[in-house]
């Protein structure tokens, strides 16, 4: 038995992490699942590192509730990031859970993200010729403000129709809202996702207001959809009746809007970027994929699986249950750590191999069973087009700084990637 990674396993508390973790938690992550894989925390919650085992939480929504009200409470108080939290769909249960994702999935099926693609090649091609003006000033440029941070926040934009002149503060309000998702907070990291909250609120409230007043296409505006509700089957009666519609309360209306941006803003920035920096460091992989433009699919796919967007989620369980083999008592607190089931050799052979042709490739990164990801056609979308025009651009594009990562635990990305385009 490898006794350093013993004591990676037997030290590890997710609310004591280090600079080294931050910078690679893999090795730690490894040692999680060879030796500790239902991992006890000081604070007597578990954390999960193996596919198998995230994947049977994800199966029984029942028993592993989303519900953050009982651990939300203590962490945020009596708050607007309370409200926020615990009002999202993804921290519900059905049926309110059920009531908002029919909703948001709606307006985002294959049709409709399909449609979206021309807007997004547009967008993607301007902020590319704006890039390229400024390498050839001889700016370095930062793929991160530039690029990645710039794409999901217009898609996400343009899906709750955010008129543009109001769109500048949106990605600094998700950034502050979900840094407050952080296993630790600090009175000013709470105090900055309060502020976030309130002040999207007051700019949704607007929206809302004017939107009631004029709806437009509940097919493809999600705002319009999430206000006019949706419409009951009568009890029965012929497929087709109705029995009038149901709507979401004010504050669910507008809390479920704000959880849409977070949803799909720092999630697929970090994608695009991840995406970017895991070429940037194997030349052979850029290479292939310059040459293989078909690969483009698969080599999404990899960056979700390799260096998952979003690291961690969380469960809470409703009831006695064995996971991995021990057992759970109810109301007990459990980490899904999707960072490490997606590097767990069982399904996945050489897992610390990048390799933009890997199939099968049935990663979590999107999650699984009645929460998985309603954006992921949207996500894994604006990766593909994003990606694959900056490769065509810019081939030979280097790192001019040292890239910066963010020091999140729950959310894998980087806060710049300061570049040199024209190589
Ligand atoms: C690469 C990009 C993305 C990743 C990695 C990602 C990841 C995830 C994950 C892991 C979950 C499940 C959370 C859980 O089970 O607790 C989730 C849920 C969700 N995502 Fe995404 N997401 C991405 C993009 C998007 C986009 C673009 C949107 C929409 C615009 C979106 C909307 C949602 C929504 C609404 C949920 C909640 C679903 C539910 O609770 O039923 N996501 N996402």
């Excluded at 509730?65 to 009002?87: C, I, N, Q, V, W």
């Excluded at 920096?277 to 990899?302: F, M, V, Y």
């Excluded at 969380?314 to 089931?341: H, K, P, S």
């Excluded at 996945?348 to 390799?355: N, R, S, V």
């Amino acid at each position: 038995m490898n006794s350093a990674a013993l004591a990676l396993a037997d030290g590890f508390d997710l609310k004591q992490l280090t600079d080294a973790f931050y910078d690679d938690p893999f090795p730690t992550y490894r040692a999680l699942r060879e030796h500790a894989p239902v991992k006890r925390m000081p604070d007597s919650s578990v954390f999960l590192t193996r596919h198998a085992d995230l994947t049977a939480v994800y199966k029984d929504a029942k028993t592993f509730s989303s519900d953050k009200r009982e651990e939300f409470g203590p962490k945020y108080g009596d708050s607007a990031l309370f409200e926020h939290h615990t009002t999202s769909l993804v921290f519900n249960d059905p049926p309110l859970h059920t009531r908002v994702r029919r909703l948001i999935a709606g307006a985002l099926t294959p049709h409709h993200t399909a449609a979206m693609e021309g807007g997004l090649v547009q967008l993607v091609d301007r902020l590319l010729d704006a890039m390229q003006a400024r390498a050839e000033a001889g700016e370095t440029v930062d793929l991160i403000e530039a690029f990645a941070g710039a794409i999901p926040v217009e898609i996400i934009g343009n899906l709750l129709g955010v008129p543009e002149a109001g769109r500048a503060p949106l990605r600094g309000w998700s950034l502050a809202i979900l840094g407050a998702l952080e296993p630790v907070l600090s009175d000013e990291v709470k105090a900055r996702g309060n502020r976030a909250v309130t002040e999207m609120l007051a700019c949704l409230e607007g929206l809302v207001a004017q939107r009631g007043h004029a709806p437009l296409d509940p097919e493809t505006d999600v705002l319009t959809r999430l206000i006019q509700g949706e419409v009951i089957a009568a009890p029965g009666t012929a497929p087709g009746s109705t029995s009038g519609r149901e709507r979401l309360l004010a504050k669910e209306l507008l809390h479920n809007c704000i959880f849409l941006l977070n949803a799909g803003h720092e999630t697929t920035t970090n994608l695009i970027g991840n995406g970017l920096k895991c070429l940037l460091d194997r030349p052979d992989q850029k290479r292939r994929l310059i040459t293989q433009p078909g690969l483009i699919n698969s080599a999404i796919e990899e960056v979700l699986r390799f260096e998952s967007s979003n690291q961690l989620g969380n469960r809470i369980t409703t009831a006695e249950v064995q996971v991995g083999g021990v057992t759970l008592a109810a109301r007990t607190q459990v980490t899904l750590c999707i960072g490490a089931a997606n590097r767990d050799p069982a399904p996945f052979p050489e897992p610390d191999c990048f390799d933009i042709g890997r199939t099968p490739n049935r990663h979590l990164a999107f999650g699984s069973g009645i929460h998985q990801c309603v954006g992921m056609g949207l996500g894994r979308l604006e990766g593909r087009i994003a990606i694959a025009a900056f490769l065509a651009r810019f081939p030979e594009y280097r790192l001019a700084l040292p890239a910066v990562r963010s020091r999140r635990v729950r959310f894998r990305g980087h806060l710049a990637l300061p570049c040199s385009l024209l190589g």
